[in-house]
């Protein structure tokens, strides 16, 4: 089936140390890999995507990902976290489903914590 | 520019009922999107407009249905409703197809169904 896993429920990271948050994916074909962020009471978050060309990606608040074929991964990734980063992360994927018809599947979420 | 906006913020039903959300997209766009997202299930991809065609669908029952009119604006529908879709449907608006493109996102509208 196809799916995308994020193996950490919450990450815990002290200010100023650099972050990682893990995705991983099993879709047929060539994925579209998105990271969007849920701050506290506002909405979802568009951070990057990962279509085609640099296996890097660079995104909003100076966070990137890292798309890995062989591993089947996509983590988000920030050299130095804030404690502004605080929330929640999605990694999702789009899925073809059938008959031109596509879906995004979306990971379960990691709750990113920055300790000052 | 205003954002994604839905309405109602918040709706209580009972079983068996039927209920219409609405989405106002970002000026301009074409493409919306709407989620399910519930604390058991995650988000979970129900359908895509894009200029008032549904251009995908998730794995939903067909009590789920959609449409979108020619300013972009989209209903949700869902028709004789279960308990289990008590849940904070999403929905997302983007300048091109939403499947590839950065999606906007509004605040959401939390069905209760008793």
């Known amino acids: 089936a196809q799916s995308v896993a994020q193996p950490e429920d919450q990450v815990n990271v002290a200010e100023g140390n650099p972050l990682t948050v893990k995705c991983t994916y099993s879709?047929?074909?060539?994925?579209?890999l998105f990271w969007y962020v849920q701050y506290p009471n506002r909405g979802l978050q568009f951070l990057l995507k990962?279509?085609?060309?640099d296996n890097l990606v660079k995104g909003s608040y100076g966070f990137e990902a890292e798309f890995n074929k062989s591993q089947t991964s996509f983590h988000l990734k920030k050299p130095s976290a804030l404690v502004s980063d605080s929330a929640l992360y999605f990694c999702a994927v789009r899925d073809y489903i059938r008959d031109s018809n596509y879906q995004l599947i979306w990971g379960a979420g990691t709750k990113l914590i920055i300790k000052p | 520019k205003a954002g994604v906006t839905q309405t109602p913020r918040y709706l209580i039903k009972t079983r068996g009922q039927q209920v219409t959300l609405s989405c106002s997209p970002i000026s301009g766009h074409r493409s919306v999107s709407w989620y399910q997202q519930t604390p058991g299930q995650g988000l979970q991809f129900l359908f895509e407009?894009?200029?008032?065609?549904?251009?995908n669908k998730g794995n939903f029952p067909g009590r789920f249905s959609g449409r979108q009119f020619s300013n972009s604006r989209s209903e949700m529908n869902v028709s004789t409703l279960e308990l289990g879709d008590s849940a904070l449907y999403l929905c997302?608006?983007?300048?091109?197809?939403?499947?590839?493109?950065?999606?906007?996102f509004g605040p959401g509208t939390r069905l209760t169904v008793l």
């Open positions: 879709v047929s074909g060539n994925p579209y």
């Open positions: 997302a608006s983007s300048l091109g197809e939403g499947l590839i493109n950065e999606q906007f």
């Open positions: 407009y894009f200029s008032e065609t549904q251009r």
């Open positions: 990962y279509i085609t060309g």
